[in-house]
């Protein structure tokens, strides 16, 4: 659903919010851009999603999304390869600069926890900081005719809870 007043509501599988960063990202995404310091983390598929993108109000914009997952116990119990995931951003732009904030996290689906020993993503039980955490992001993107500047600065967190 859709309207120019009130903003967009989603509901299905999506991208993860985390991929929020492709457009402060000066390789685009690409294997060897941002995305290979976080091991992929920032571009996920998420399932049973709500989503929300307002519209443009005095240059700010807030996008947030909660993928419900496919478990049948809040927490996780091991049934699917997706836990929990929330996250939520705010975006000023401008035409001379555009600034993000963005936070997110993913939640292992075996017990709803972040962090656990590093298994590579993609094996069985992957569960290091790249695959079940919390991230905090703040980027900048400075437009100076047909150049652009980027910075980012990005902080995992993985701390069990």
Do not use: C
């Not at 989503?51 to 996008?63: E, G, R, T």
């Not at 116990?73 to 600034?99: D, I, K, L, M």
């Not at 904030?101 to 569960?127: C, H, K, M, T």
């Amino acid at each position: 659903m859709s309207n120019a007043n009130y903003g967009t509501l989603l509901l299905g599988p999506e991208l993860f919010i985390s991929n929020g960063v492709w457009d402060f990202d000066p390789f685009g995404q690409s294997n060897w851009s941002s995305a290979s310091l976080v091991r992929g983390r920032n571009w996920p598929q998420s399932s049973n999603n709500i989503l929300y993108q307002s519209p443009k109000v005095a240059s700010f914009d807030f996008y947030g999304q909660y993928a419900l997952s496919n478990a049948t116990n809040w927490n996780g119990n091991g049934t699917t390869n997706q836990g929990r995931e929330a996250g939520a951003q705010v975006t000023y732009s401008s035409p001379y600069f555009q600034v993000r904030g963005l936070y997110d996290e993913i939640r292992n689906p075996n017990n709803g926890s972040l962090g656990g020993a590093y298994v590579p993503v993609g094996q069985a039980n992957g569960n290091g900081a790249y695959a079940y955490s919390r991230e905090y992001t703040a980027m900048f993107n400075v437009f100076l005719g047909q150049f652009k500047v980027f910075r980012a600065a990005i902080r995992p967190s993985a701390r069990r809870v």
